[in-house]
């Protein structure tokens, strides 16, 4: 089995900062892309920010010059961190990865973590 574990959302103020993390654990061989992911009250699940095992990455426009994804190849984990957070980035950020496996390979999804920003 494999598991996604995030941690490290909560509440802070427009403006304030805060880092996401992402652990992968269970039965990998390697892993290919992991990135973030948000989903607001309402509003349909979107891709945040995205990293290749090459280090490639995109990122969604509103987040651009203010969140950094980066990972730890050697931990099997994925960071978030978030700058100049805006009430707009309010949601539940879900971790996403796709992992190979000695037979196969395909993306899971951690339980997600809240992050609320309001002053």
């Known amino acids: 089995q494999v598991q996604l574990v995030e941690s490290g959302g909560g509440l802070v103020q427009p403006g304030g900062s805060l880092r996401l993390s992402c652990a992968a654990s269970?039965?990998?061989?390697?892993?290919?892309?992991m990135g973030w992911y948000r989903q607001a009250p309402g509003k349909q699940r979107e891709l945040v920010a995205r990293m290749t095992s090459a280090g490639g990455t995109n990122y969604w426009d509103s987040v651009k010059g203010r969140f950094t994804i980066f990972r730890n190849n050697a931990k099997n984990m994925v960071y978030l961190q978030m700058n100049s957070l805006k009430p707009e980035d309010t949601a539940v950020y879900y971790c996403n990865a796709d992992i190979v496996r000695l037979a196969d390979h395909q993306y899971y999804w951690g339980q997600g973590t809240q992050v609320t920003v309001s002053s």
């Open positions: 269970g039965s990998i061989f390697s892993i290919n892309a």
